[in-house]
């Protein structure tokens, strides 16, 4: 689809409309666009646009697909709630270097086999915001969880599959038949009843002097506000951002997680390169950390193009304009869905030279210091950027550091023959199913 919308910009503009089925939406394309709406005119493109394939269960709830007044309230509780949990005794980033010993142990149990790092990585990307949201990790070998993640898993590859980016165009007819997106349904139901089954959990065993996670901030904030008749702190907002939260906090982590392995194994001269620095650097003795991050100008570059290269999310989340909105010469009514599309500006030619090369050297000066770029917006931009970009970002360097003090990693046969075109690209961009060896260092 980013193909047919790059060719639609080159013959009208950064700025059009089209059909997307039976919704009439704006297209922005290009960093200018994209930057001159979402940061420069926030808050009148700060409204939440229709995500059918998700919204179906989770609804307008919660600080992701909400809008207006209950996404102010609910964004401001998850930071708060998350940047408390950062300064408690135990620190995300501690929570996430514990992690990360878990994983080089898991990868160690592989014995330098072939294996997918699928449920590896999804499994370490989601025990961080696990332990944040539930107060508990799970084990790698937990089948239930294990379980969980694979529906996690399936969400994002229907969500992005043809059948449905299809429900998503024209979900007033295909809600009434049968088909793949039908499963996307019972997938959330199932994550559903494992959240509220966890919410009652801490229900009973809830001390309010000393919070264990973000379920009982909330559940704390529901006894605070219960006489206020206009409150957003109630059981289904609670459950749903919860189970929003769950998602994208797994899933956009464990699939940059994924595409950074491939890209690694792609370019050897490149994972030697990091791994000389992390020597240099960090050592062998100790577990990474996120300080470390501003002595390692190069691995931070690398990442940093691996998140662009690997484009997750491609189409960007669906915005809606809040008020009647004049933007470059058009005007744009109230409640007008708007893609500002994170490809188009990801792979802008006059913000990256060669957008379509892998080269983490463009987030270098002439120094060899990390160089910073306005148009690297994998998160997105302006008042709706992700809630939990601080987060993932520490999870990336952290896991990323982690592996490769740890392990060279191989593939299989010849680098060259490595595919690091998304299988599918709707949704989320997904990467090709690979297999990977971890070589112990």
Known sequence: MVESLKALSEKYGPVYSLHLGLRRVVILWGYDAVKEALVDHGDDFSGRGAIPAIQTVIQDYGPILSSGSRWKEMRRFSLMTLRNFGMGKRSIEERIQEEARYLIEELKNTKELPFDPTLHVSNAASNVTCSVIFGKRFDYQNKDFLDLLRMINEVAVLASSLSGQLYSMYTDILEYLPGPHKEIHGVLNCLEKFVEKRVKMNQETLDPNSPRDYIDCFLMKMEEEKDNPETEFYMSQLVKSVLSLFIAGTETVSTTLRHALLLLIKYPEIEDKVIAEIDNVIGRLRIPSVEDRNKMPYTDAVIHEIQRFSDIVPLGFPHTVMRDTNFRGFTLPKGTEVYPILSSVLRDPTQFTEPD?????????????????????????????????????????????????????????????????????????????????????
């Not at 997105?380 to 601080?390: D, H, L, M, N, T």
């Not at 982690?402 to 046969?413: D, P, V």
């Not at 023959?417 to 690979?434: A, F, H």
């Open 357 to 441: 090369i892998f080269r983490p050297e463009r987030f270098l000066n002439e120094h060899g210091n990390f160089k910073k770029s306005d148009a690297f917006m994998p998160f997105s931009a302006g008042k709706r950027i992700c809630v939990g970009e601080g987060l993932a970002r520490n999870e990336l360097f952290i896991y990323i550091t982690s592996i490769l003090q740890n392990f060279k990693l191989k593939f299989s046969c010849d680098p060259n023959e490595i595919d690091i075109k998304p299988r599918l690209s709707g949704l989320i961009g997904i990467p090709v199913t690979y297999k990977v060896l971890a070589i112990a260092r």
